[in-house]
Every structure is written in structure tokens, then in C-alpha cells.
């Protein structure tokens, strides 16, 4: 070939390169520049879908921060059925990982739904077995002609959460559960849902034959977590009240049982314990009976620890004293009604302050008679009777407390011994823990504050301080109260050894509301220590006692258990009183004035 032919054939070879460069070149930015959208928006169906990025909800805790319930992580499994070739096959291969009957999963793999919701909320443990089922099962069948095709697809996972409780029973009835939506469905974690309830996040990512193409998610906005609540009870005090309320229920063979520890300077509820009580953990297992707080939700009528009141308001308007003496014969007509002690006994003769300590019916009708109708009812609204304490746990119930206009001739003189109105046991604590505190009602709360994500703890707002009564007569009541606890009042079993100890039994007539009857008794007890500066109030409800029924007999010794081991683990010191206790009869209120006159605070007046 000559020198000139091969310049020809070279020149002819890199014009034909050059065109098909440029072709190539042209079909490039057709693709690139002119059908990229269209491309993009058939990728965008196939491959890529968007998820929800789902938010932990806020972990709950004891005021030491010790948890109470937390999110942890999880995995919601999702199919898309129309990647399903073979329903039946499927559901063989993976009913084990997923521990589901082989026809329930058939029927959740067939169809055409792009998204089916297999199992919500599982452990990761779940979706990696799962994913092992598959894995084994597809690399048997990918080393068999045409296996490719045969290999099983279509399973999708979700970033997800479920609730823990690390201390089971434990506050179950104050801190409550989540539904399967994860959602707050009792306790604190319905009342507080919305600020433990986090902000969920959006994702995009590509499908790649039926699994999350690593690296490939996108975030289109970023879950927010739930903000913590951190309550206001302690876990040992709470242990040893639902340790000793449990014992006591199930010792009585009773329906039910609360015990209450509250903080009566701040309000803070420090224990809050019921039997029986569940797992949150067990959600399957838990009745709507079980769910229910009766610390908050429900309603006994109190009974002799309503007297407190009815003493209160007395001692407040100037028309009894402490020493002031009523007669007491064995039984009293009144209202139209004919009433009488617990006991049959001679007429006594008995102060203020023995009406109080031996719990005397007769003799509260006779000092609730020194009050008008209207004044009575006004002091028992003032000690929060007939409304919400503002706890603001769910479903808190108000009592029930008839106005005036709806009493009959008997109401007064039943209403003076505590029946003829309904409370709570969080308002009966409450009642005594205005006593503590000088005459001041303080709100019941049981949130200490909130912990953001960030790791910022915010307080709750101090509670609400209404005067009720004054202070010294609150101190009288707490002195009164004190002959409760000695051996000639209903409750020696409450006495702790070196502490002076105040507080007040309780044996109601319990409400039937299956007959609409007084039938069984509610047995109850609280009281408050130190007596002279109480630091604590402690309240014991239990609820239809079988044989054994006084509230000095079953719930005092609660009261000594719990109250005791509070003193203890808070350190405490012992502060005992300067104020003389009161006597209980007229004969010891004569040998007292006799030994000391400059002593008495009032003289006192015999009662009819």
C-alpha cells in the first residue's frame, strides 16, 4: 500500500470515529439533559420510597432518675405483596422467624397492597431472623437452574419503638402503659402524652429487590424525641408501700388497697401504691379494671377520719375547744335517725380531744350541731371535698359532696362521722396533709419536672396554697390526733418507737354500688410524723376486709411500716413537743386542772 492510500484509509477511519462520537455524545444529553425527569420520576416509582422516621417517646423516671419506663428499639415488618410470587412458599420459609401461624401470614402476603403491615413493634431480633430465613433459603435455591427467579422477596423494615418497664409492677397504677399504637392509655403516661410523645421524621430510600439499599435513606425532615418527665415518687419508698399495702390486701383477703406517701409542705407525692396491680410490660393480660387508678379514681366514703373536719371547722369558728366535754350516752336520736358507736358502752364523758382519739360518732354528731349546715359544707369545699385535688392524673375523680339544698334531716349528723359523702384516697391525704401544714392546702403533684432531649430539666410550677384553716388550730388537731395512737386510743398499732406519731382511723360503711347498699366496711388509717412538725403523711385505704374490719386493727400497721422506713431512709430526727397533751375524759380533765391550773386552756362545758 502506498504512502498516500494508507493517509486516505487513516483519515477515513477517524472521520467515522468522530461521527460516532458525536452521536454518542448527542444521545448522551438526550438522556442526561432531555429525558431526565422522566427517568427520574420511573425510578422514583420503582426504587425509591418514602417511611416515616419514628420518634422515641420520653422515658419517665423517679425523682432520682431512676427509670421507669423507656423506649427501646424496634421493627415494624412491612411486605409488599405485589413482589410476592408465591404466598404459600413464603409463609412456610418465614412463619418460624416470625412466630406466626403458616394460614395468617399466607393471607397477610397476598394481595396487591404495596405496604401490609405484618408485625409492628417487634425486637430487632425478629427481623434479623427473618432476614436469616430468607437468606438461607434464597442461596439454596440461587445454586439450582433458574433459581434467580424462584428467590423469595418483598419483606421491608421500619425503625420503630416499644415500651419497656424495667421495674414491672412497681408504680404500675401511677405511671401506667402505652396501647399498641404506642400511645399513653393510662397513668402518667396518658397524662402526660403529649409531651413524651416525640415528632416523628420523614425518609427517602431505594428499594433494592425487597431491602433498604444501604447508604441510599435521605432525610426529608429528622425525628424529634419525646421529652422526659421525671415524677416526684422514689423507688424504695415506693417498693416498701406496695410491699406492705400487697401483704395487708391479701393478709385480709380485701378487695383492694392504697397507700399514699405525700410531702405535705410541697405537695410531692413520694409513693403511690395500689393492690392488686399488673405488668405494663404484659399488655395482653391486663383487664380495664386492673388499668384503673384508685388512688385518684375511686370513691369510699371515709368515715371516722372525715371527723377531722368536722373538728377543724369547729376549733376554727370558737364553738368547741379541746377540752370542751360532751356527754355520750350509748346511743343518739338525730334527724330523725337513731345513731350509736362502733361499741355499746355506759354514758361517757369525753373531750374534744377523746371524741377524737376513741373515734366517738355520737360525739362528733354532737360538736358537728355547734356548726350551721352551710358553715359545715363551706369548710368541707375548703378542704377540697367534692373537687379535683389537681393531681391532673387521668380520670381523677371529684368525690362526691351533695350541696346543702339536697340534704335530708339526717345528712348533718351523718356527715359530722364522715359518711353521707364520698372521697378519694389522694383527697383524704390530702386533708391531713393541710393539717400538717399548718392549715394550708397544698395540691397534690406527682411530676417533678421534664427532661428534654438535650439533656434540659425544667421544674414543674409550685403547687397551689390555699389557707384553710389557721395554724394553730391545725396544731391542736395534730396534738388531738396524737391520743389516736396512745394506748387509750383506736390506733396504738400506728405507734412508732421514738417518734410522736399523729393520725386518725377510719371504718366506714362501704357502698355497694351492685345493690345500691351499705355492704363491707373500708378500713383505713392516716396519719403524719413528726407530730409536732410533720414532715410526711402517710394514707391507708384498704377496701372491703374480710373478718378483721377496724382501720386500727389492719391499716395502722401499714401505716407504721411505710411511715417508719420514710423516717429512716429521709433521716429524720425525733422533734418532740412542748404542747401538753389534751386529756380524753371529764374525770382526767378535773385531775389535770386540779395538778396543774395555770396550765388549762379552757375550761371546758358539759354538753347534753
Not at 401544714?437 to 439533656?455: F, I, K, S, Y
Request: proline share 5%; charged share 15%; hydrophobic share 40%.
Amino acid at each position: 500500500m502506498t504512502t498516500e492510500a494508507f493517509g486516505k484509509r487513516i483519515r477515513f477511519l477517524l472521520v467515522g470515529f468522530i461521527i460516532v462520537f458525536i452521536l454518542f455524545g448527542v444521545r448522551l444529553v438526550d438522556v442526561q439533559a432531555v429525558q431526565a425527569s422522566g427517568y427520574a420520576k420511573r425510578a422514583a416509582n420503582e426504587m425509591v420510597n418514602k417511611s416515616a422516621w419514628l420518634a422515641p417517646r420520653g422515658t419517665i423516671t423517679d425523682v432520682n432518675g431512676i427509670v421507669l419506663a423507656r423506649s427501646e428499639a424496634a421493627k415494624n415488618i412491612i411486605v409488599d405483596q405485589t413482589m410476592i410470587s408465591d404466598p404459600a412458599k413464603t409463609a412456610q420459609v418465614t412463619s418460624a422467624a416470625l412466630a406466626m401461624p403458616i394460614g395468617t401470614l399466607q393471607l397477610l402476603l397476598t394481595g396487591k397492597k404495596r405496604y401490609q403491615v405484618i408485625e409492628n413493634a417487634v425486637a430487632p431480633i425478629v427481623w434479623d431472623n427473618l432476614q436469616s430465613a430468607l437468606h438461607t433459603y434464597n442461596t439454596m435455591v440461587e445454586a439450582k437452574p433458574g433459581g434467580l427467579a424462584k428467590r423469595l422477596v418483598g419483606f421491608f423494615s421500619e425503625n420503630a419503638y416499644t415500651r419497656s418497664y424495667p421495674t414491672g409492677e412497681l408504680a404500675a397504677s401511677l405511671v401506667g402503659l402505652t396501647n399498641s399504637a404506642n400511645q399513653g392509655a393510662a397513668g402518667v403516661e396518658a397524662s402526660m402524652n403529649s409531651v413524651l410523645t416525640g415528632s416523628n421524621g420523614e425518609y427517602d430510600y431505594v428499594n433494592g429487590d425487597g431491602a433498604i439499599i444501604p447508604g441510599s435513606q435521605q432525610f426529608i425532615t429528622a425525628a424529634k424525641p419525646g421529652t422526659g418527665v421525671r415524677l416526684t415518687i422514689e423507688r424504695d419508698i415506693q417498693w416498701v408501700a406496695q410491699d406492705a399495702i400487697t401483704a395487708a390486701v391479701k393478709s385480709a383477703k380485701a378487695l383492694s388497697g392504697t397507700v399514699i406517701v405525700m410531702d405535705p409542705k410541697t405537695g410531692a407525692i413520694l409513693a403511690q401504691a395500689s393492690a392488686p396491680t399488673f405488668n405494663p410490660a404484659v399488655r395482653s393480660k391486663i383487664t380495664l379494671a386492673e388499668m384503673r387508678n384508685p388512688a385518684v379514681q375511686d370513691v369510699y366514703e371515709p368515715g371516722s377520719t372525715g371527723k377531722v373536719i368536722t373538728v377543724a371547722a369547729a376549733l376554727e369558728e370558737g364553738s368547741t375547744t379541746p377540752t370542751t366535754v360532751y356527754k355520750i350516752p350509748n346511743t343518739l336520736k338525730a334527724g330523725g335517725r337513731l345513731f350509736h358507736d362502733d361499741k355499746n358502752h355506759k354514758t361517757e364523758m369525753l373531750t374534744t380531744a377523746g371524741v377524737l382519739a376513741v373515734s366517738s360518732n355520737i360525739g362528733a354528731i354532737q360538736i358537728g350541731a355547734t356548726l350551721s349546715k352551710n358553715t359545715f359544707f363551706s369548710y368541707l369545699q375548703k378542704f377540697g371535698i367534692g373537687q379535683s385535688t389537681g393531681s391532673n392524673l387521668p380520670g381523677e375523680s371529684a368525690g362526691i359532696l351533695h350541696p346543702v339544698a339536697n340534704w335530708s334531716n339526717s345528712s348533718a349528723p351523718t356527715m359530722a362521722f364522715g359518711q353521707g359523702y364520698s372521697v378519694t384516697a389522694m383527697q383524704a391525704t390530702d386533708v391531713f396533709a393541710t393539717i400538717a401544714n399548718d392549715g394550708v392546702r397544698v395540691t397534690p403533684n406527682v411530676v417533678a419536672g421534664t427532661l428534654n432531649a438535650a439533656g434540659s430539666y425544667t421544674p414543674s410550677k409550685p403547687s397551689t396554697q390555699v389557707q384553710v384553716i389557721s395554724a394553730g388550730t391545725a396544731q391542736m388537731i395534730r396534738t388531738m390526733l396524737e391520743g389516736v395512737v396512745s394506748n387509750e386510743g383506736t390506733a396504738p398499732a400506728a405507734e412508732i418507737p421514738g417518734y410522736q406519731v399523729a393520725g386518725k382511723t377510719g371504718t366506714a360503711m362501704r357502698v355497694d354500688t351492685r345493690c345500691g347498699c351499705y355492704r363491707g366496711y373500708t378500713a383505713s388509717f392516716i396519719g403524719m410524723a413528726p407530730a409536732a412538725a410533720p414532715r410526711y403523711v402517710v394514707s391507708v385505704v384498704i377496701q372491703n376486709p374480710q373478718g378483721m374490719h377496724f382501720g386500727g386493727e389492719i391499716a395502722a400497721p401499714v401505716f407504721k411500716k411505710v411511715m417508719s422506713f420514710v423516717l429512716q431512709e429521709k433521716q429524720v430526727q425525733p422533734i418532740r413537743s412542748v404542747q401538753i397533751a389534751y386529756p380524753l375524759t371529764q374525770a382526767a380533765l378535773f385531775k389535770f386542772q386540779s395538778a396543774s391550773p395555770t396550765r388549762v386552756v379552757t375550761s371546758g362545758m358539759v354538753k347534753p
